[in-house]
């Protein structure tokens, strides 16, 4: 009896043992064909042009990837604010060309301008001093009528004696005219055809030996100052 019952123990455990194996043997089946049906599924729909999905790995990375191309539109949108910043630039820089030109324009006239007044101060200091050379000189104007009527009104029985005090009066007389002449002073006529612009005429008289309208006689000498008459000959004219 208890050889038969060991007997059957061992039937037991090999029919027990034999069940293990056959259900092991059938998962690894079933894996491999899922496997098989899983690369089946990848050629297939690579074959009609459909992409496998990706793990979820590559779903995560989705993200990233989206992170990804918006970076790449950030080079766009600078490039866009670089173009803007260029204009705004450009037009600073002529609206700051157009002020500087301004500037130098108002600079020339401001040039010109100083160039005229000084020109014009010039020329009014040059006709002040004019005007005080004039009236110094019709002041000495006098004198010079003194010395002529003096050389003039000599008497004959004098001469002799006083040629040598004549003689440095003369002296005196021609450096005096020379240092007006020298500040543009020029005697008038005293002879020729009467000029109302230079002369005045104190008579009208017959004359034989002076043809009408000349000067028979200059009473007193009249003078000029740089083409400006200062005092008209006083003449006696023929008729």
Do not use: C
Not at 132 to 149: N, Q
Request: hydrophobic fraction near 35%; charged fraction near 35%; charge should be negative.
């Amino acid at each position: 009896m208890t050889d038969r019952r060991q007997s059957e123990t061992k039937i037991t455990e090999m029919s027990d043992q034999n069940k293990d194996n056959e259900l092991t043997m059938s998962t690894g089946t079933n894996d491999r064909e899922a496997g098989n049906g899983n690369v089946n599924e990848e050629k297939a729909m690579a074959q009609a042009g459909e992409t496998p999905e990706a793990p979820s790995e590559a779903i995560s990375e989705k993200p990233e990837e989206e992170a990804n191309q918006e970076a790449g539109q950030e080079p766009q949108e600078s490039v866009e604010q670089l173009k803007e910043r260029l204009a705004q630039l450009e037009a600073e820089l002529a609206e700051e060309r157009a002020k500087s030109q301004q500037l130098w324009d108002k600079m020339q006239r401001m040039a010109a301008e100083f160039q005229n007044t000084r020109k014009r101060q010039e020329q009014l200091l040059q006709a002040s001093i004019e005007r005080a050379t004039e009236a110094l000189i019709l002041k000495l104007l006098p004198v010079l009528d003194d010395f002529e009527m003096a050389f003039q009104n000599v008497p004959e029985e004098k001469q002799a004696e006083a040629e040598a005090w004549l003689a440095g009066f003369r002296q005196i007389y021609h450096k005096l005219v020379t240092i007006l002449e020298e500040e543009g002073l020029r005697a008038i006529e005293r002879e020729g055809e009467f000029n109302p612009e230079l002369h005045q005429a104190i008579s009208h008289e017959p004359s034989e030996e002076v043809e009408s309208g000349h000067i028979i006689e200059t009473v007193r000498t009249g003078y000029e100052h740089k083409e400006r008459v200062l005092r008209p000959a006083l003449v006696r004219v023929a008729q």
